[in-house]
């Protein structure tokens, strides 16, 4: 896999899975239906891809050592990538309760961060980078629930 490949598809992945699942448990966390949760994660997977695709383009049209084509290889990588993912959690939320669907999305995160991690660290880096990672995805899910517990309490 050439570098442009794995800038899409590193970022792609990774986003899709901490911007999703930091959507998923706010929105569960603050009581929000089925229907809502399935139509933010439409929105994440279409409009978040878009947005971090052109990211993506700008960022690596502003390097120096980049072709046009890879350029474009970065962007359409890190649409696909995000967008895939993204609607990956959309098989927990349409077939399981609330909670089930929750706590299967966060697994299903976590074991693809750890996977992407694999995929892309260094060998004597692997598991730091795990470490680092899963962290940084707690992170997203302590706020998004706090987050979510406090529009429940607004609303």
Not at 49 to 76: P, Q, R, Y
Not at 104 to 130: D, H, Q, Y
């Amino acid at each position: 896999m050439n570098h442009s490949s794995k800038i899409g598809l590193s970022f792609g992945t990774t986003s899709g899975i901490i911007t999703t699942l930091g959507l998923i448990v706010g929105l569960t966390a603050s009581d929000a239906s089925r229907n809502i949760i399935i139509g933010g994660v439409l929105t994440i997977a279409f409009a978040d891809a878009f947005s971090d695709a052109l990211g993506i383009h700008i960022s690596e049209e502003l390097s120096d050592n980049h072709t046009k084509k890879s350029v474009w290889v970065s962007t359409f990588t890190t649409f696909a990538a995000k967008l895939i993912i993204a609607l990956t959690f959309l098989i927990p939320i349409s077939v399981f309760s609330s909670t089930i669907a929750l706590i299967i999305s966060i697994v299903w995160g976590m074991a693809l961060l750890i996977l992407l991690n694999f995929f892309i660290s260094a060998p004597e880096k692997r598991w730091r980078a795990v470490t680092e990672h899963l962290f940084i995805g707690f992170i997203v899910i302590v706020v998004g629930f706090v987050i979510g517990q406090y529009i429940r309490g607004l609303f």
